[in-house]
């Protein structure tokens, strides 16, 4: 089994401040690794520096067992087979609902051949978006718009998933869909590194999963072993 992403002695941050402190993690081949942590750990920092929008500062990241991540653009990095899904979905609200899975290939020739193939399997995940195709992507229900997020990046052929939060701000129900949805994508040969309130959920999806404390990772293993952890199940599960 290869390494779909490989992290090593990262730091990152914004201006002066330093968020990500000397992070080591991995993501193998068709993994789901949840990272979770409270409000402010980095989560959304390390998802942000993988994907090219914050700059590392030191340490090593690489994709699909040598491609370097470090200072590459946000660009050639979701080229190289990388896609997030932001949080907040960051949709185009005045673009409809296939224009903005269209938008997810429209510039990358690695996925224009597999266009076809990627909007069946995202019409197949979320029937609802194939009924709302015409329709504004800014008149969606919140539901509605995390399933476009997701829709949009896979659009994009992804071999390696970030997903930031997809079920903020979403109903238990809904919730459950988008988990659904992302052990389905995972089934499908794609890697998943997802950041999630839902602990419980989360990590009852993971193979494997890191806790991340103040920009440092502080404990690891399978989802399992962290689901029942002691201090996992205080700290974050109110139990």
Do not use: C
């Not at 266009?115 to 800014?138: C, H, I, T």
């Not at 499908?188 to 309130?197: R, S, W």
């Amino acid at each position: 089994m290869g390494r779909a992403l490989e992290i090593s002695g990262l730091r990152a941050g914004y201006g002066k401040i330093t968020v990500l402190w000397d992070v080591d993690l991995h993501a193998d081949d068709g993994e789901l690794v949840t990272i979770i942590g409270a409000n402010g750990a980095g989560k959304t920092t390390l998802l942000r520096t993988i994907s090219g929008l914050v700059q590392a500062r030191a340490g090593s990241m690489s994709a699909f067992g040598a491609t370097s991540l470090l200072g590459l653009s946000a660009a050639r990095i979701v080229r190289s087979g990388i896609g997030h899904v932001p949080e907040g979905r960051q949709l185009f609200p005045l673009m409809t609902v296939r224009e903005n899975l269209e938008s997810g290939a429209e510039y990358l020739s690695r996925a224009k051949p597999n266009a076809a193939r990627n909007r069946k399997l995202v019409f197949d995940l979320f029937p609802r978006l194939a009924e709302r195709g015409a329709q504004l992507a800014g008149t969606l229900s919140g539901g509605e718009r995390q399933m476009l997020a997701i829709g949009r990046a896979l659009m994009s052929d992804p071999r390696l998933l970030l997903v930031d939060e997809p079920s903020l701000g979403l109903s238990p129900a809904l919730s459950l869909t988008v988990f659904r949805a992302l052990r389905q994508i995972n089934a499908e040969g794609v890697t998943v590194v997802l950041v999630e309130q839902n602990v419980q959920q989360s990590l009852r999806i993971a193979d494997r999963a890191y806790v991340l404390e103040n920009g440092e990772v502080v404990k690891e293993g399978s989802g399992r072993e962290l689901l029942g952890d002691p201090g996992v199940r205080a700290a974050y599960l109110s139990l």
